[in-house]
């Protein structure tokens, strides 16, 4: 369980968000929030996240990416990997509403929609793009997402894109994305292939890890 005394406010985040997290109720980080949070806004290291699906992933590494955004420079600058195309959706709809008031601008991008419309929103101008491998890697490979100014590429449930056979596409994507970023790798596993493309893709790591926390059933009446 998280120290009582640990706030967001503690953390460092700016006005505009710590208000986006009042409005919903949020005043104290998870563990995995309050372990990622720091590393992701006080230093320039890489980050691996080993946690479960549900501990709160997603704000861990969309509110540094949000605080540290450029509003004026119309440029891809953040870039989230997910196995699918439900997770991208619910991965833009949570980064709509932890941005609050800060001018940001996020894009959902995956295969079964017009490829075209998908090209219209990213010339028009996106700070956050959120996509499965597939689509991504088209849009890579044809030029029509540029990945020059990247400022962080997130590779969201690493281990499911394993098992889902994505690592070549990943592999060729990062090959187009701007050697100088950051990049940010959360699994609940840690695999062979997950650990060496870590190692190979990521410089000067830092790797947190919180526990799976024990089921609550022994603790709840159940009836059939």
Not at 3 to 26: N, R
Not at 101 to 124: D, M, T
Not at 193 to 208: F, G, P, R, S
């Amino acid at each position: 369980m998280t120290d009582a005394q640990t706030t967001f406010e503690a953390l460092g985040l700016s006005k505009d968000l710590l208000a986006a997290l009042e409005k919903k109720g949020f005043t104290n980080p998870t563990p995995i929030q309050e372990k990622s949070i720091p590393i992701l806004l006080n230093t320039d290291h890489d980050l691996i996240g080993q946690a479960q699906t549900g501990t709160g992933k997603t704000a861990a590494f969309g509110l540094p990416i949000l605080e540290q955004l450029d509003p004026s420079q119309f440029k891809v600058q953040a870039l989230i990997i997910s196995p699918t195309r439900e997770l991208s959706l619910q991965i833009k709809t949570e980064l709509d509403w932890l941005k609050g008031r800060k001018n940001a601008s996020v894009s959902a991008i995956y295969g079964g929609e017009s490829f075209e419309k998908q090209f219209r929103e990213l010339k028009r101008g996106v700070d956050i793009v959120v996509g499965t491998p597939g689509r991504l890697l088209d849009l890579t490979k044809s030029k029509k997402l540029d990945l020059s100014e990247l400022k962080v590429l997130v590779l969201d449930e690493a281990d499911e894109m394993l098992q889902k056979g994505f690592i070549e596409d990943i592999e060729e994507i990062l090959s187009h994305a701007n050697s100088e970023r950051r990049t940010v790798l959360f699994s609940a596993t840690m695999p062979k292939q997950i650990l060496n493309l870590a190692k190979t893709y990521m410089t000067d790591y830092e790797h947190v890890k919180v526990e799976k926390k024990m089921s609550d059933t022994s603790l709840t009446k159940q009836y059939y």
